[in-house]
């Protein structure tokens, strides 16, 4: 089973920060199936990320997906107030595992 | 527009079987995958398993021996069965578009389970 590991668990930023969400899995995901979520409370997770780096219809482009292999980034350009939530990666390469989330939290 | 929509069970006893029902409304059942995951209070999502429209299934391991998933085309309808509930059963279950080697996109309202005696 392909392990996934966020960092940092909590991100405490200000509205306009930057933010930057870390999954890494215990071996290479296959084909850059790796998607990324984001959960409010009381709230199904919606996608934001699917193939590593493609946004999701309508997602806006302040959200931004990078990596391969092992090392995957979520980068949030400017955070807005809607955008304090937590945040899930998936890879869907080999069966399919969550990492554990990282909460963005106001500062 | 696809939405979907899940009901069942919400309070079981330990040992009863959880069943639970996802209707897909607009799109194309038979282009996708059809994904149950569920997520403990407080806690993180677990992927549970999926199912094909030709009733081809890929189950958690951890759940493999529990776990039954059905498909009915005919109604564009998805179910899951979990037998030998217990409280570390007790969940949001979600039922969700996609799978294969498609993402995970669309996502029902969830179900609250609780197992309790």
């Known amino acids: 089973e392909i392990v996934l590991t966020q960092s940092p668990g909590t991100l405490s930023l200000s509205p306009g920060e930057r933010a930057t969400l870390s999954c890494r899995a215990s071996q290479s995901v296959a084909g850059t199936y790796l998607a990324w979520y984001q959960q409010k409370p009381g709230q199904a997770p919606r996608l934001l990320i699917y193939?590593?780096?493609s946004r999701a219809t309508g997602i806006p482009d302040r959200f931004s997906g990078s990596g391969s292999g092992t090392d995957f980034t979520l980068t949030i350009s400017r955070l807005e107030p809607e955008d304090f939530a937590v945040y899930y990666c998936?890879?869907?390469?080999?069966?399919?595992?969550f990492g554990q989330g990282t909460k963005v939290e106001i500062k | 527009q696809v939405q979907l929509h899940q009901w069942g069970a919400g309070l079981l006893k330990p040992s009863e079987t959880l069943s639970l029902t996802c209707a897909v409304y607009?799109?194309?059942?038979?282009?996708?995958?059809w994904t149950w995951i569920r997520q403990p209070p407080g806690k993180g999502l677990e992927w549970i398993g999926e199912?094909?429209?030709?009733?081809?299934?890929n189950y958690n391991p951890s759940l493999q021996s529990r776990l039954t998933m059905s498909v009915d085309t005919s109604k564009n309808q998805f179910s899951l069965k979990l037998t030998s509930m217990t409280a570390a059963d007790t969940a949001v279950y979600y039922c969700v578009r996609g799978g294969g080697g498609t993402c995970p996109d669309i996502w029902g309202q969830g179900t609250m389970v609780f197992v309790s005696s």
């Open positions: 998936l890879q869907y390469g080999t069966s399919r595992t």
């Open positions: 607009g799109g194309s059942f038979s282009d996708f995958c």
């Open positions: 193939g590593a780096s």
């Open positions: 199912i094909d429209p030709s009733g081809n299934t």
